[in-house]
């Protein structure tokens, strides 16, 4: 039998302080966890940590995105000829089942948001970020303007399922398999409407965007004209001192 050396055994610092992170806050308020708590935790020095992550809503950032990694890295290729909401549907509950071992700690978590401001509006870019994957792995458009607005939207109707989930004791999460199925089904009447409008407004955005062009040309012109003037100037003005020096 091999021995494992020492490096087999050690846990990846920034890992540590993701599981750090999460042990305290299922425990503790997120308001009341400092920095050298989780440093403590994780067995860092605040030295180390500060060298992996600049905040403590950087941690839990770097666990969003593992979340959105262990996500990703289940697709069900089996659902790719599912409509679009039955794809999001078995995304988004597969999302649930991976946070499931942190609900305390999100639970915590989200009461402070809650009443912080700044706080939820800093977590609302991650989240819509992560809705931003969670689309794409449903093969629903998540780029440009539209695609922002259905991360966006979609963000929104996952706080809602999370505010359902963590009052879910069923083991089947019946009612959060609801919520999730309403969430979609409202959005979809919703992204119809907002695609609707699209349509509606984008003779005035292509009039816009031809105006922009139009005002950026002008810009330019005058520019050229301004350049012109001032080189004809300074040619006159050299002139003239050549003049005077004879």
């Given at each position: 039998?091999?021995?494992k050396?020492?490096?087999?055994?050690a846990?990846?610092?920034r890992?540590?302080?993701?599981?750090?992170?999460?042990?305290?806050?299922?425990?503790?308020?997120?308001?009341?966890?400092?920095?050298?708590?989780?440093?403590?935790k994780a067995?860092?020095?605040?030295s180390?940590l500060?060298?992996?992550?600049?905040?403590?809503?950087?941690i839990?950032?770097?666990?969003?995105?593992?979340?959105?990694?262990?996500?990703?890295?289940?697709?069900?290729?089996?659902?790719?000829?599912?409509p679009?909401?039955?794809?999001?549907?078995?995304?988004?509950?597969?999302?649930?089942?991976v946070?499931?071992?942190?609900?305390?700690?999100?639970?915590?978590?989200?009461?402070?948001?809650?009443?912080d401001p700044?706080?939820?509006?800093?977590?609302?870019r991650?989240?819509?970020?992560?809705?931003q994957?969670?689309?794409?792995?449903?093969?629903?458009?998540?780029?440009g303007p539209?695609?922002?607005?259905?991360a966006?939207?979609?963000?929104?109707?996952?706080?809602?399922?999370?505010?359902?989930?963590?009052?879910?004791?069923?083991?089947?999460?019946a009612?959060?398999?609801?919520?999730?199925?309403?969430?979609?089904?409202?959005?979809?009447?919703?992204?119809?409407?907002?695609?609707?409008?699209c349509?509606?407004?984008?003779p005035?955005r292509r009039?816009?965007?031809r105006?922009?062009?139009?005002?950026?040309?002008?810009?330019?012109?005058?520019?050229?004209r301004?350049?012109?003037?001032?080189?004809?100037r300074?040619?006159?003005?050299?002139?003239?001192?050549d003049?005077?020096a004879?």
């Amino acid at each position: 039998m091999v021995a494992k050396s020492k490096a087999d055994n050690a846990v990846d610092p920034r890992q540590a302080a993701i599981e750090a992170l999460l042990a305290l806050c299922a425990d503790n308020p997120w308001g009341e966890i400092g920095l050298a708590d989780i440093a403590e935790k994780a067995g860092l020095s605040l030295s180390q940590l500060r060298g992996l992550y600049p905040s403590k809503g950087a941690i839990l950032a770097a666990y969003s995105r593992q979340v959105d990694q262990k996500v990703l890295e289940g697709i069900d290729e089996g659902m790719a000829a599912e409509p679009a909401r039955e794809r999001l549907f078995d995304i988004l509950m597969r999302r649930i089942d991976v946070l499931s071992p942190h609900k305390a700690a999100i639970a915590n978590i989200s009461k402070a948001f809650a009443l912080d401001p700044l706080a939820l509006t800093a977590w609302n870019r991650v989240v819509t970020n992560s809705m931003q994957w969670m689309l794409t792995a449903a093969d629903i458009d998540a780029e440009g303007p539209m695609g922002a607005v259905r991360a966006q939207g979609l963000a929104l109707a996952w706080a809602r399922i999370v505010k359902v989930w963590l009052k879910d004791e069923d083991e089947g999460l019946a009612t959060t398999m609801k919520e999730v199925d309403r969430q979609l089904r409202s959005g979809e009447r919703w992204m119809e409407r907002a695609d609707d409008l699209c349509q509606i407004f984008a003779p005035f955005r292509r009039i816009a965007e031809r105006s922009h062009e139009r005002r950026a040309r002008m810009r330019e012109r005058l520019r050229e004209r301004f350049h012109d003037f001032a080189d004809s100037r300074r040619r006159g003005r050299d002139g003239r001192d050549d003049a005077e020096a004879v």
